[in-house]
């Protein structure tokens, strides 16, 4: 892929969240003023805690969307200003997993339309949305690591593709129960206690191999701390239910993606 056609693809997906950032919004304000907003019936696979900030509220599930789509609009304006000129293929990897905070929004979706569908085909294709974020995301991040050499370069559009492709038959392949909306306003899913998992032990090992990578290179570890602050950082906003965890993981996705951008901004400035 160009440079050219990376920086195209880059400000269309840049617009394309911000639509839909400004969509969400607006059946927020809409719903709001015309008090037509109420929550979904939320099925607690546990207690709570009543403390302030560890109890449940549906407010700051809300804010964790909304963080996440202006998270996603930011972080790819801040891509495009800041990698213009550069051949750098980790881009597009990160769009990709960007892209996976598009499709969560759904959950916003869920939380307007459930009470009035709860068993429609848009509420099953909400579900379906909100699970393809769940698997497209740490498959993003880990090619991070695996498909950044110089040969996996020029096979980007390949990947990309490879990737998409199996998070969408995974998907497919697993069922998902409408009935059923769990406190983070995601609709029931088999095995996602599996998936979860799947994804904690993918990020230990990517990050592991980053700090050894960053290592046997002699380069700063602020790489590889961006890396997982990044990783932990998106699985407790995916699953944002409460004061704590809002800020906990907006503090950890802010302040990664910060050091993971400027530290791969450094290394390809040092790289020209």
């Known amino acids: 892929m160009t440079i050219k056609t990376r920086n195209r693809l880059n400000i269309i997906f840049s617009a394309i969240a911000l639509i839909i950032l400004l969509i969400n919004l607006s059946l927020l304000i809409y719903n709001l003023v015309t008090k037509n907003f109420s929550y979904p019936e939320i099925y607690f696979q546990k ?23 202006l998270y996603t609009l930011l972080t790819s304006i801040a891509l495009w200003l800041g990698f213009e000129k550069t051949q750098s293929s980790e881009i597009i990897y990160i769009l990709l997993f960007l892209a996976s905070f598009l499709f969560d929004s759904a959950r916003f979706l869920i939380s307007i339309f459930y009470s009035k569908a709860a068993y429609s085909s848009f509420l099953f294709a909400l579900g379906n949305c909100v699970l ?8 993003s991040l880990v090619s ?10 020029q ?9 998409f492709v199996t998070a969408t038959f995974f998907t497919i392949c697993i069922p998902i ?53 990044l990783c932990f950082g998106y699985l407790i906003m995916f699953n944002c239910t409460n004061l704590i965890r809002f800020i906990l993981g907006s503090i950890l996705m802010s302040v990664g993606t910060i050091f993971y951008i400027n530290s791969l901004h450094n290394r390809y400035m040092w790289e020209m």
């Open 47 to 69: 207690q709570y805690s009543s403390n302030f900030l560890l109890r449940f509220n549906p407010v700051f599930v809300i804010l964790g969307i909304f963080f996440l789509l």
């Open 132 to 139: 393809l974020s769940r698997i497209l995301a740490p498959l």
């Open 144 to 153: 991070l690591n695996i498909f950044v050499s110089e040969e996996e370069r």
């Open 155 to 163: 096979n980007t559009e390949r990947n990309i593709l490879m990737l």
């Open 177 to 229: 129960n409408t009935a059923i909306v769990f406190p983070n306003f995601s609709i029931s899913y088999s095995f996602s206690n599996t998936l979860f998992a799947t994804s904690v032990v993918i990020n230990i090992i990517t990050i592991f191999i980053y700090a050894v990578s960053q290592y046997k290179n002699n380069s700063s570890q602020i790489l590889t701390l961006g890396y997982a602050m």
